[in-house]
């Protein structure tokens, strides 16, 4: 038997995939949690829209676990609930990468803790990686694998060599994505993640709309198939890396080399690589979402809450944030079959500062292809180079481009 006064109370605003994980795992866990942390943990409450009142919730709560996900009335819940004393745990990335910088703020002033370590990699610890262990370390960059459903069609598609419709259709099937994917395939879902983690690492102010982001719809067959003749696998990769005194959050799909610490992620594992001078580089990699594993990420911050302290502090530096960037890139030509054609590419890579890294020329007539990979150059000046490529009477389709991340850590 409990008594009331050892008792600690847990508002559950949600009850969905992560919410109902969330329900069972703390009858599971409230023997252990009791010994570790003194208190029982009890669910005191269970919001969603057809039951349940917030404020009768917050009144018979010690601590709020927000997953409704979305803005409204997201917001406004762990608000009043902050504001009310109560620490809140969430996994919602939306709100966090759009309204963070409000929510850390009255967290602080109120002296309440906001934990948010199921919204980033779901169960990976990145977000308390980075909190508490590296806080030392001055990050020069951050890489992420943080969207399993693009890893997943994307392992998928390079195993079988179907197209990303059949791939996304395999992924729905499995329950590795929704039934409206939209944000997972055109990036957003992975750019909310970055800009999280950006802040995290570079303690400035990263909002949701500074990142740029593309997604995976537009991925070939083909350019998987060449790219693995010049050694090359591709993910969906989200990067924060200091650019001199700024700051560059970005995610778009790249071509990695087999020694990339990402490049062996497959399926719908999410990883993150920290790199910085002290460290070299961190790489955490594991399941990326579902409920159960989601919900062990939040109850790890429940527990955590009722043993304290920790926050967010307040940033300490505004980085400009730049959309011009150096980058290596795999590009795809098809082009007719007759003399001169390379030299013509090479010719306008060349006046724009694009220099050839490695090539290939495969098939004939109407299968004639042109497959490199290009050196690190500014992306303003490939893609000045790739609008007038574009525009060579040889070309039998529009060119497709990939960035390539090169390997160099320290
Ligand atoms: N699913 C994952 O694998 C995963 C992984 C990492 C992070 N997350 C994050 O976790 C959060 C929850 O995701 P989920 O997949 O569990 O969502 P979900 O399955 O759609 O569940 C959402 C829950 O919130 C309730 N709800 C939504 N809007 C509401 C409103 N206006 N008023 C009251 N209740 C409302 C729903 O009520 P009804 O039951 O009445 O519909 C449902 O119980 C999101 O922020 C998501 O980004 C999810």
């Known amino acids: 038997m409990t008594s009331a006064e050892n008792t600690f109370r847990i508002g559950l605003l949600g009850r969905g995939t992560v919410g109902g994980a969330f329900a069972t795992l703390v009858p599971e866990h409230a023997d252990r949690i009791e010994v570790m942390t003194g208190l029982r943990p009890t669910i005191s409450g269970v919001l969603t829209r057809s039951s349940g009142s917030f404020d009768e919730i917050l009144k018979r709560s010690d601590l709020i676990v927000e997953l409704l996900g979305g803005i409204a009335p997201a917001r406004e819940y762990v608000l009043r609930a902050m504001r009310a004393g109560r620490h809140v745990v969430t996994a919602n990335k939306q709100l966090l990468s759009q309204h963070?910088?409000?929510?850390?703020?009255?967290?602080?002033?109120?002296?309440?803790q906001?934990?948010?370590?199921?919204?980033?990699?779901?169960?990976?610890?990145?977000?308390?990686?980075?909190?508490?262990?590296?806080?030392?370390?001055?990050?020069?960059r951050v890489h992420g694998i943080v969207n399993g459903t693009t890893n997943f069609i994307l392992t998928e598609m390079a195993r079988t060599g179907m197209t990303f419709a059949a791939a996304l259709a395999e992924a729905q099937q499995l329950g590795y994505a929704e039934a409206d994917p939209s944000e997972d395939v055109d990036g957003r879902d992975a750019a909310a993640k970055m800009a999280i983690?950006?802040?995290?690492?570079f303690d400035t102010p990263v909002h949701l709309d500074q990142v740029r982001y593309e997604g995976i719809e537009q991925i070939q067959p083909?350019?998987?198939?060449?790219?693995?003749?010049?050694?090359?696998?591709?993910?969906?990769?989200?990067?924060?890396?200091?650019?001199?005194?700024?700051?560059?959050?970005?995610?778009?799909p790249a071509f990695l080399y087999p020694g990339h610490p990402l490049a062996s992620v497959s399926g719908p594992f999410n990883a993150v690589t920290v790199e910085s001078e002290a460290i070299t580089e961190i790489t955490?990699?594991?399941?990326?979402?579902?409920?159960?594993?989601?919900?062990s990420a939040v109850l790890g911050d429940v527990i955590s809450a009722m043993i304290p302290p920790a926050s967010t502090?307040?940033?300490?530096?505004?980085?400009?944030?730049?959309?011009?960037?150096?980058?290596?890139?795999?590009?795809?030509?098809?082009?007719?079959?007759?003399?001169?054609?390379?030299?013509?590419?090479?010719?306008?890579?060349?006046?724009?500062?694009?220099?050839?890294?490695?090539?290939?020329?495969?098939?004939?007539?109407?299968q004639a292809r042109l497959v490199m990979v290009v050196h690190p150059v500014l992306e303003s000046r490939f893609f000045a180079a790739m609008t007038q490529i574009?525009?060579?009477?040889?070309?039998?389709?529009?060119?497709?481009?990939?960035?390539?991340?090169?390997?160099?850590?320290?």
């Open 100 to 112: 963070g910088e409000e929510l850390w703020d009255v967290a602080r002033s109120e002296g309440v």
């Open 114 to 140: 906001l934990r948010f370590e199921g919204a980033v990699a779901g169960v990976v610890p990145v977000i308390r990686v980075l909190q508490e262990s590296l806080a030392g370390a001055r990050i020069d």
């Open 197 to 201: 983690l950006a802040r995290l690492a």
């Open 222 to 252: 083909d350019d998987l198939e060449y790219a693995r003749e010049l050694g090359l696998g591709l993910k969906l990769i989200g990067t924060a890396e200091r650019i001199g005194d700024a700051l560059s959050v970005r995610v778009h």
């Open 284 to 295: 955490m990699s594991g399941p990326g979402a579902g409920g159960p594993q989601t919900a």
């Open 313 to 366: 502090p307040p940033t300490t530096a505004v980085l400009e944030i730049v959309q011009d960037v150096t980058s290596a890139f795999y590009l795809h030509l098809e082009v007719a079959d007759e003399p001169g054609v390379l030299a013509q590419v090479a010719q306008v890579l060349a006046l724009q500062g694009v220099s050839v890294k490695s090539v290939v020329q495969k098939g004939l007539g109407d």
């Open 390 to 410: 574009a525009r060579l009477d040889f070309l039998r389709a529009p060119p497709r481009a990939i960035r390539v991340l090169e390997e160099e850590f320290g």
